[in-house]
């Protein structure tokens, strides 16, 4: 059995979702939205977020935190307070101990959908069926980060019948 947490992580929200995967069947223990106001300064809303992972990480034990890389878009303004959210995350776990394992979105539409081209709806469609939810999770985030944490719970179960 292992427990991951999932995170998409932004400044303005922060995905999160835990999945729990034994052997070849995974289900979903939680899912949501961190979020932040904008008029908020920045401090604060990072500390926002480190306080709700750090909670999320107490309440749900997860072996490992998987979090999606920084995409750079056009926006390098963008990337920056994403990567600083990031980082806040990345904090949390850090103080926990809990070891944390990167993936491009690429990377998860690739081990979600079956392509790294996949859109946002077929990303949302596929973990409602991976996990058996009655319909696909909602926001996107939550969804983005349910699927992060199955991308890592789909190469754990692999890493165990390896090893």
Known sequence: MVVVLGIDPGTAHTGYGVVIS?????????????????????????????VR?????????????????????????????????????????????VPCFSYTPQAVKQAVCGSGGADKDQVQRMVGALLSLPEPPQPDHAADALAVAVCHANGASLREAIG
């Open 22 to 50: 034994r052997g070849q069947r995974m289900a979903a223990l939680d899912g949501g939205v961190i979020g932040t106001g904008p008029d908020e300064p920045l401090e604060k809303r990072l500390a926002r977020i480190h």
């Open 53 to 97: 992972v750090c909670d999320l990480i107490s309440e749900h034990e997860p072996a490992a935190m998987a979090v999606e890389d920084l995409f750079f878009g056009k926006n390098v303004r963008t990337a920056f307070a994403v990567g600083q959210a990031r980082g806040a995350v990345l904090l949390s776990a850090g103080m926990a101990g």
